[in-house]
Structures are given as C-alpha cells and as structure tokens.
C-alpha cells in the first residue's frame, strides 16, 4: 500500500502563494498518475489537478486553470502543487491521491495538509 504524506499548507492572504509537497512511497510511483484534490468545509472532495507518470501531461479543474500548477520528481518520489494567486476559494484541505493509468483513484487518503486563504 503506498504511503502519502502531505505538507506545505498555511495561513496565507489574498495573492498570495504557496506550493504544496506529497511524499509517496512505494517502488510504483514512477508510473502511476498523481492527483491533487481538495476538500473545503461542508463541501465535497473535488479533484484539483493530476499529472502522468513522465510529468509531461497534467489536467486542472477550470477554477486553478493559470494559477497552479502540478509538478513531480521522480527520484524523490515527490509531487509538488505550486499555488499563485490565491483567494478564499482555494481555503480546504488538499490531499494527493495515486493511480494506474485506466485505474480509479486510491481509496486510501493521506492526512491531508490545511490551506486557508484569508480576505
């Protein structure tokens, strides 16, 4: 079972930035999908953005579209959301998620790090 740790979540205001980390484990990560997904409160999970196995291909929900961006480094089984501009909106816990390639996402969810965007 692959271990997700996620990291890098804070109090931020308006504009600002931040650029959130998840550490995987597992010898499968060089090819498995890797997601972002953010849950804000009273509110579903919703899926953020996702990047493929070589990290030349991603996709974004429309609402990040220009302002994050999803990157990953294999040799440190790492994947990174780098997040600009940032508004109340984007206020949630973001978690990461791994896939195969033509499989759902993991049912296992890591800890999640807390992102609040203040007005």
């Known amino acids: 079972q692959v271990q997700l740790v996620e990291s890098g979540g804070g109090l931020v205001q308006t504009g600002g930035s931040l650029r959130l980390s998840c550490a995987a484990s597992?010898?499968?990560?060089?090819?498995?999908?890797m997601g972002w997904f953010r849950q804000a409160p009273g509110k579903a999970r919703e899926f953020v953005a996702s990047?493929?196995?070589?990290?030349?291909?991603?996709t974004y929900v429309d609402s990040v579209k220009g302002r994050f961006t999803i990157s990953r480094d294999n040799a440190k089984n790492t994947v990174y959301l780098q997040m600009n501009s940032l508004n109340p909106e984007d206020t949630a816990v973001y978690y990461c998620?791994?896939?195969?390639?033509?499989?759902?996402?993991?049912?296992?969810w890591g800890q999640g790090t807390q992102v609040t965007v203040s007005s």
């Open positions: 998620n791994v896939k195969m390639i033509g499989y759902s996402w993991s049912a296992y």
């Open positions: 597992g010898r499968t990560f060089r090819s498995s999908v």
């Open positions: 990047i493929n196995p070589s990290g030349g291909s991603s």
